[in-house]
């Protein structure tokens, strides 16, 4: 009879347990000694698990930790692929956070003379203080107007969509009604349309031309998915031109229908689909 080969204190047939033990001691850990297998927190990315939180989107999650904005257990983590661990206490800027549960989306028809931040050290004026007292939910701007440009703006909480309508390999299409300090020429319309390079690179709009009904060849219409810091405006200066309207009409999908400068409202379902749908669609 062939004898039974003994099994060593803490572990079973299959060796699961000191597999578990052996993968457990690689895991970083902060100020954490539990870990629940079922959980969703664990194994989840710093950046991640910041963006869930409905702070920012995972890009811009990450470049808050480098900055040493986010600690864990009272510690500041500069690497944001830390491995969250159940028990671990997340802060930002000193407030801990949690993932929102609910995804909210908010559009607003922003103002000018509006700051596209959820805070600024100088006091002036953000797109926060309009939804404050609408939304209870955390949620942040996504992609920026600058301060005197109006028009479409999305807010959520919801960072794995942020992240792919601002990142540059998804095409998201922006139409902006511009309004010039002096008539375009046909040929200055022409060369945007074929496209140009200014010094962070080339510069391809899908449309340009100018607006119906509009006279005097100061109003254009640009059509474009890239969202560099300031294009739209840095474009016409290229040419020459001061801009001095700028108003973002269409975003993925939606428009100002129905939605007055200043004011805000929660997207409908169908609307939200729509929206995840054009921001999942690749250039490549």
């Not at 949690?98 to 006091?123: A, H």
């Not at 960072?159 to 998201?172: E, I």
């Not at 031109?241 to 379902?269: A, C, H, I, N, S």
């Amino acid at each position: 009879m062939a004898k039974k080969r003994p099994h060593r204190k803490g572990t079973s047939k299959t060796g699961k347990s000191e597999r578990r033990q052996s993968n457990s001691a690689r895991r970083p850990m902060l100020g954490s000694e539990k870990v629940k297998e079922n959980s969703e927190e664990v194994g989840m990315r710093l950046n991640k698990y910041v963006a869930h939180c409905g702070v920012c989107s995972r890009r811009q999650a990450a470049d808050h930790i480098k900055n040493g904005l986010v600690e864990v257990n009272e510690k500041t983590v500069l690497e944001p692929f830390y491995q969250v661990q159940v028990g671990d206490i997340i802060s930002f800027k000193g407030t801990p956070i949690k993932p929102e549960i609910r995804k909210v989306y908010f559009l607003m028809n922003k103002p000018k003379n509006t700051i596209t931040t959820t805070s600024d050290e100088k006091g002036r004026k953000t797109v926060m203080d309009i939804i404050k007292s609408k939304v209870p939910e955390r949620v942040f701007p996504v992609g920026r107007l600058d301060r005197m440009t109006t028009g479409l703006l999305l807010l959520t909480n919801d960072g794995d969509l942020a992240q792919k309508m601002m990142h540059p390999s998804y095409s998201m299409k922006k139409i902006y009604h511009v309004h010039l300090d002096q008539p375009v020429a046909s040929q200055d319309i022409e060369a945007i349309r074929k496209g140009f390079v200014l010094d962070d690179g080339h510069v391809q709009v899908d449309e340009v031309g100018y607006l119906e009904g509009m006279p005097g060849k100061r109003d254009v219409g640009v059509t474009i998915h890239i969202g560099r810091n300031r294009i739209v405006r840095r474009i016409f200066e290229h040419f020459g031109y001061q801009v001095e309207r700028l108003d973002r009409v269409y975003l993925g999908g939606l428009t100002k229908k129905d939605l007055p400068r200043g004011f805000v409202r929660p997207l409908k379902q169908q609307e939200v689909i729509m929206l995840k749908h054009f921001s999942g669609k690749s250039k490549s």
